[in-house]
Every structure is written in structure tokens, then in C-alpha cells.
């Protein structure tokens, strides 16, 4: 079946300003605090992913909504001069595109999001002929977007049904509720689920009391499941079997959008060919390289950058 794109990737795309690192408690009553750097870079989990996937060679198109205004001229422009087409992107004349802040300090970071477009975003905002002519499809940011969401399994069935792979990656609920309810029939449709290993957990349910467990249960509902556990590396589990990675060492300058690399580099290596602990370790290289610079996207890998470093911790990709 001939497709067009390598990759269609659904969800959030926003500015994010990124501050910090923040040490001491964030302050309120109009006091002014001091940190040591303050970057303004593309955001949103299924931008950061699709420019992932681009920086390794796939052809990317991307679906969603952001306002018609500065902040949205921005995504848009930023996603093309990164390689992702963005005929689909819709430019809403009512609501603002979203803009997210992350305060970060030492190990962790806080998030703070006005949603702008998310919550309107649809499943109408994701054209057929791009469901129908791409190789995999990616969704990104379940939560934050309830409209697309709701879609989600229609629109998985339909890619799968020409041919696609599809993958998901829910990212946190704010709510903390985890959709109980709606999950399974978008699992049903998904064949690689990408969640962090908190994520995982929550997913999972109550008995969950580990990534490792975590991903086992979550493989039982169909998706092949890899889970990105911060320093510890990854783990993946297809059902059947656990694999784990140690993935390689940085000192990080900034981790948001790690995660998002860390899918990129799994779905490229998955179109490639590779096995599940092949594409385990090339996602994982991806993921600590990308950490490199403030934001989500300056640093990402190149496919050679990730095969040279899973090359230099001793392991071959067969």
C-alpha cells in the first residue's frame, strides 16, 4: 500500500516557556525570584515528537489545532522549518493557541498549561487522506484534549484499516481520574502504548507496584508497551516478554521532551525494522540526547547520533 508519509502525528502543539532551575518554594505575592535560564521553544508532547521523528529521517505530517494568533504563526512555522508538514494544522479564529510555563528545579519541574484550542480540537481536525496515507499514526496529550480523544479509536481503526501501525502516548492527567472507561477501546486500536513509568502505574491500576508490573498488565489489553523510566532507562514488554535498557549517561541541561524523543526514536526504529529491544535502545539514546539543550526540540538526535550512541555503551542493533 503506498502512503505518502512515514509518520502522522495527532495532538497538542504550543509555545513552552521554560524557566530555572527554581531553588526555593515559588513565590506569590508579586515577589520576584531569579533563575538561571529562561528559553522560549516549541511545545507539546505530539510537536516535540513530531519534530523527533523528523530530525531521524521520517517524512512527518501533523494534525491539530493552535489559534490564529503570534503564538500560533510560531508553531506553525517552527514545525515546518523542522520538517513537518503542516497542512493540517488548523488555525482557529476564535481561541487562542495554547502556552504552557515549566518551572524547573533540580530533578523535577512543574507544568502549568492554558489550553487554549486543546479542549476543541476534534477528530474532524485530522483530514482521511492523511489517516489513509501514512505508514504509522501517533497520538499524543489523551487527556488534555477530551473531543479528539472520544475520536481516537475511530481514527486508529481507520489508519490501521490502510495499513498503519498507530501508537499512543497519554501523557498526565490533570483531572487524575485515568479514564477508566474510555482507555480500553483506544487500546484496542493501539499497537505501541509509550507511557513514563508514573504514567504506567496509573494506567495500569492498583496493581501495578512497579514499571515492570505495570507494563505487563498493560500488554494484556494488546499494545506492545514501553515505558520510559527517567535514569533507570526503559523497559518494554510485549505480552510475553520484559526487556530493559540502561539506556546511556548525560548530565542533563534540561529534560522536557524527553519522553517525546524517546517515542520518536522507538516508532523510527519500530518503521525501520528493528526488534522491540533494538528500538528500546535506539529510543532511549534519543531520549537522554535530546537533554542536551533547554527545550524539548534544539538537541534532538539524528538517526546516526542514536545508532553511534547505542553502539558506544557495547550493544549492536541487529
Known amino acids: 500500500m503506498h502512503h505518502t508519509f512515514d509518520l502522522l502525528v495527532i495532538g497538542d502543539a504550543n509555545p513552552d516557556v521554560i524557566v530555572g532551575p527554581l531553588d526555593a518554594p515559588l513565590a506569590f505575592e508579586q515577589r520576584e525570584q531569579l533563575v538561571g535560564a529562561g528559553a522560549l521553544t516549541l511545545g507539546g ?26 503564538a500560533g504563526r ?64 501517533h497520538a499524543a496529550s489523551y487527556f488534555l484534549m477530551p473531543a479528539l480523544a472520544r475520536a481516537l479509536p475511530r481514527l486508529l481503526r481507520a489508519a490501521r484499516a490502510h495499513g498503519a501501525t498507530t501508537s499512543l502516548d497519554t501523557n498526565d492527567d490533570p483531572s487524575g481520574q485515568w479514564d477508566p472507561l474510555g482507555l480500553p477501546a483506544v487500546l484496542a486500536e493501539t499497537d505501541i502504548l509509550l507511557p513514563n513509568a508514573r504514567e504506567a502505574r496509573h494506567l495500569a491500576g492498583p496493581a501495578a507496584h512497579s514499571p515492570e508490573a505495570a507494563a505487563a498488565l498493560l500488554a494484556t489489553r494488546g499494545p506492545l508497551v514501553a515505558v520510559k523510566n527517567g535514569a533507570d532507562g526503559a523497559l518494554c514488554h510485549d505480552g510475553a516478554t520484559l526487556t530493559s535498557t540502561r539506556g546511556i549517561t548525560v548530565t542533563p541541561v534540561d529534560t522536557v521532551g524527553a519522553g517525546d524523543s524517546f517515542d520518536a526514536g522507538f516508532v523510527a526504529a519500530t518503521l525501520a525494522g528493528l526488534p522491540p529491544a533494538d528500538a528500546l535502545d535506539v529510543a532511549a539514546a534519543c531520549g537522554a540526547l535530546s537533554t542536551r539543550a533547554h527545550g524539548g526540540t534544539p538537541a534532538q538526535a539524528t538517526w546516526d547520533e542514536a545508532v553511534a ?10
Do not use: N, Q, W
Open 309 to 318: 550512541h547505542v553502539t558506544r555503551i557495547g550493544k549492536h542493533l541487529t
Open 74 to 137: 510560531y508553531v506553525r512555522d517552527t514545525l515546518a522549518a523542522r520538517g513537518v508538514d503542516t497542512g493540517a494544522l488548523r488555525m482557529d479564529a476564535e481561541l487562542p493557541t495554547p502556552l504552557t510555563v515549566v518551572v524547573t528545579r533540580e530533578d523535577d519541574r512543574a507544568i502549568l498549561t492554558a489550553p487554549g484550542t486543546l479542549a476543541a480540537t476534534t477528530g474532524d481536525d485530522v483530514p482521511e487522506a492523511l489517516l489513509a496515507g501514512s505508514r504509522h499514526v
Open 45 to 70: 508532547s505530539a510537536a516535540i515528537m513530531a519534530c523527533g521523528a523528523a530530525r531521524l529521517g521520517l517524512k512527518v505530517a501533523f494534525a491539530g489545532r493552535v489559534g490564529d494568533d503570534d
